[in-house]
RNA sequence: CGGGGCAUAGUGAAACGGCCAUCACGAGUCCUUUGGGAGGAUUUAUUCUGAGUUCGAAUCUCAGUGCCCCGACCA
């Protein structure tokens, strides 16, 4: 992608109306736009941070044999009047129609279910959706932290013994962590023992440290799990005695349903026994704001490799010089080519100084940079986001050297 | 939903009830510039909406709307 090119640019101001880390920041650097309080336009650097959350959690989905559908987002009253949620705040009304703007999937997903588990041989099954969530938030906040309208992945699995589930749900414990490694948090995320809620006596929350969190938990020293404030103040369990309190923003949530719904929507098996539900929610949103609070510094962000929207910063100063100019163009080409995701900041009418603090505030990991000055030593310069050392490259080795060193990154 | 704050150009700010609403950045055109936000020329507004007070309102009053923050709430 040609920085010249690109949809948006840059900001120097902070927006006067977020106070935010993450949205001031993903708003200067043109990431996202605020269109209404909670509810967040998704430009094309932001979307493609977005997309690589995505697919790293339909990645981890696929690999614990759950099979992804796509369900609506307008929902008709009747499911809903069954369970008694139709009535509660949360969900969007759609005016003068027995319609709602979907805040959770359990409505839609058991009836659809009834049509196609007919018998325990088609057991256990996860069937999961990575859709736009609509809220009626009395408060959104924190910018793309807590909004109106999310993208959240929703998982439902289906079980006719508490073993089943049980074993499901270890399963997809270790699969959130995965997801939480690839996108950089798992030093700062920890599962979370929750209340049950409205549910069921399980639930855990994933929960990664961060100031700009909503929630306090307590980290047990000796296992390394945690345990949510509600829990805490109730019964100091898990036998530990030693706790850190902490700020700490959810970023995923597991419970085991039951049979609240499959015995409301009547969903069995062939002996008459209603399934055993597990529920596994994952806001997508909500996980790429927890990433920026993490990692950033005065500067801007700092993107983790493998969500960051390019992995390559380009920069050619100097676009005046012929030389520079054209040398610039053909490593693009060539990085191009060798399938690498680069932003080439071929803008000619910027200063260095504005170039290089855009590379900043956007948080690609790798900057390489061509200049006159570099360009006499026939090489580029390569520094890290986040690191101040800077080193030079021979231009005919950068392709080895990227090969070698992009998984390091 | 309770409490507090704010609303002026694309962005961020300034302006005692009184002259043509000012400045910076951005953006457009022309010229010069290029290693940490460069210089000159020129262009860039329905002061959130509606009512009221006043000779006169960005400024005061009332109502509305929107946004932010604290709390309550929260798969």
């Not at 736009?33 to 967040?40: P, V």
């Not at 705040?89 to 759609?94: L, N, P, T, V």
């Not at 493998?306 to 520079?324: C, E, K, Q, R, T």
């Not at 050297?401 to 998984?407: A, C, G, M, V």
Request: charged share 30%; glycine share 8%.
């Amino acid at each position: 992608m040609k920085q010249a090119d690109l949809l948006t640019r840059t900001v120097k101001e902070n927006p006067k109306d977020e106070i935010s880390l993450n949205a001031k920041l993903l708003t200067r650097a043109g990431f996202v736009d605020k269109l209404a309080s909670g509810i967040y336009t998704y430009l094309p650097l932001g979307l493609r941070v977005l997309s690589k959350i995505e697919n790293i959690v339909r990645e981890e989905m696929n690999s614990v044999g759950a099979q992804e559908i796509l369900m609506p987002s307008l929902l008709p009253k009747d499911n809903w009047e069954k369970t008694g949620r139709w009535n509660v705040e949360e969900m969007y009304k759609i005016h003068d129609e027995n319609l709602g703007l979907g805040w959770t999937h359990e409505e839609i997903i058991t009836p659809l279910m009834k049509k196609h588990i007919l018998s325990s041989h088609d057991l256990p099954k996860a069937i999961y959706q990575i859709q736009s969530k609509f809220r009626n938030e009395p408060r959104a906040k924190s910018g793309i932290l807590r909004g109106r309208e999310f993208l959240m992945k929703d998982l439902y699995s289906f079980h006719n013994n508490e073993e089943s589930l049980n074993e499901y749900y270890e399963r997809i414990k270790k699969a959130y962590f995965r997801i939480y490694e690839r996108c950089g948090l798992k030093d700062k995320t920890y599962l979370t023992l929750a209340g049950g809620g409205t549910f069921s006596s399980s639930s855990h929350e994933f929960q990664t440290i961060t100031s700009a969190g909503e929630d306090i938990i307590y980290i047990c020293k000796e296992c390394g799990n945690a345990i949510n404030k509600e829990v805490f103040d109730k019964k100091c369990s898990c036998g530990g005695k030693d706790f850190i309190e902490e700020k700490a923003i959810e970023v995923g949530n597991i419970f085991k349903l039951g049979t609240k719904y499959s015995k409301v929507f009547d969903l069995k098996d062939e002996n008459g026994k209603h399934l055993i539900m597990g529920c596994y929610g994952l806001g997508v949103s909500r996980l790429m704001g927890a990433i920026v609070e993490v990692f950033n510094d005065d500067k801007g962000m700092m993107w983790p490799k493998n969500v960051a929207p390019f992995s390559i910063h380009l920069v050619s100063l100097d676009m005046g010089d012929n030389d520079v100019k054209q040398k610039a163009e053909e490593i693009y080409d060539i990085l191009q080519n060798s399938n690498l995701e680069v932003l080439y900041d071929n803008r000619d009418e910027k200063t260095a100084g504005e170039k290089l603090n855009d590379c900043d505030l956007i948080g690609i990991p790798m900057r390489i940079v061509i200049s006159q000055k570099t360009l006499k030593e026939e090489s580029v310069e390569i520094k890290k986001r986040g690191e101040e050392k800077t080193e030079l490259l021979k231009i005919k080795d950068l392709i080895d050297f990227l090969k070698n060193d992009i998984q390091d990154i």
